[in-house]
């Protein structure tokens, strides 16, 4: 049994055959295939952080894969009510093929896996956000080819989606340049675990200097909203623009996890722009995890 909370957790290789999988699978749904490996097979989906994309993707995976999918909210099990997490993955994970969480502290996910008794997936925590991780390395294959050796610049916020960044420097082989105001910086204890070049820059500018991908999200995520005001201004010279793309390389491609404030951490003609591809990268959501579970469960 294999979980999937962290990039890590999947060798290299693996991580390639399952991009490559999520690409096959994406063009036989696209022809309108039936493939169902998961028949009668049943995903819990725990939520403790709200959520479209992953909602969606996961329920429509589950389904199109010929299983079914529980939704279950704070509210819906015991773990909002104070039920240890030990005794929740005891007993969820007695009735269902595997779980789902998307959660605040990543300890959560980590002790849930180890009392569970299926395969646990990581659809976020404060940490880490693999799953998008998984989407983004697949669509930038299908635009421009292996990512490995490339340059990509995350300009930004320190977070979770940064961290699963440097863990994909180590796993997909390319030079990440990580750009964020002062005292915004990534966990030092997560750059120093990872075996890849990694620069870290507090001017956007330099970082993007022949970037191949250009990356960025919110902000404030979620759970800091009472932080906006001072995080506007904070990452105010942190805007990816056209100035910002113009340094990066001719064909760079721009992605952002979504959703996007527009005017914000990115300009309407950039996320809207040629370069953009975050319509492929939220789609590739559903494939990338079609082939995870297929991976996981099947």
């Not at 279950?72 to 779980?99: F, H, K, N, Y």
């Not at 569970?116 to 989407?135: E, G, K, M, R, W």
């Not at 953009?276 to 939220?282: F, I, L, P």
Request: net charge negative; glycine share 6%; aromatic share 8%.
């Amino acid at each position: 049994m294999r979980h999937f909370l962290t990039l890590k957790d999947l060798s290299a290789d693996e991580l390639e055959a399952l991009i490559n999988r999520a690409s096959e699978l994406k063009k036989m749904q696209h022809k309108g295939e039936i493939y169902q490996p998961l028949k009668n097979k049943v995903l819990a989906m725990i939520f403790e952080k709200s959520s479209t994309r992953t909602r969606v993707s996961f329920e429509s995976a589950m389904i199109q894969f010929g299983g079914g999918s529980i939704f279950l909210s704070p509210d819906d099990t015991q773990l909002g009510r104070g039920e240890p997490v030990e005794d929740s993955a005891r007993v969820i994970s007695s009735m269902v093929d595997a779980v789902m969480i998307r959660t605040f502290e990543h300890a959560k996910i980590e002790t849930f896996a180890k009392y569970s008794s299926v395969p646990v997936i990581n659809a976020l925590t404060d940490d880490f956000h693999p799953c998008q991780l998984l989407a983004d390395m697949q669509t930038y294959q299908e635009h421009r080819g292996s990512i490995k050796g490339k340059k990509v610049v995350w300009i930004g916020d320190g977070n979770n989606m940064c961290h699963s960044y440097i863990n994909a420097a180590q796993q997909f082989g390319f030079e990440l340049h990580i750009a964020t105001p002062l005292g915004y910086e990534p966990k030092a204890d997560i750059v120093s675990s990872v075996d890849a070049t990694i620069a870290l820059f507090n001017n956007p500018a330099e970082a993007a200097k022949d970037a191949d991908l250009v990356v960025t999200d919110v902000w404030a995520s979620m759970g800091q909203e009472e932080e906006q005001r001072k995080r506007e201004e904070a990452f105010a010279e942190f805007q990816v623009n056209n100035d910002i793309m113009k340094l990066a390389a001719k064909d760079a491609l721009f992605m952002h996890c979504l959703p996007a404030h527009r005017g914000e951490e990115v300009t309407a003609d950039v996320i809207d722009g040629e370069q953009s591809v975050v319509w492929d990268e939220a789609e590739n959501r559903l494939h990338a995890q079609k082939a995870l579970l297929e991976f996981l469960c099947a």
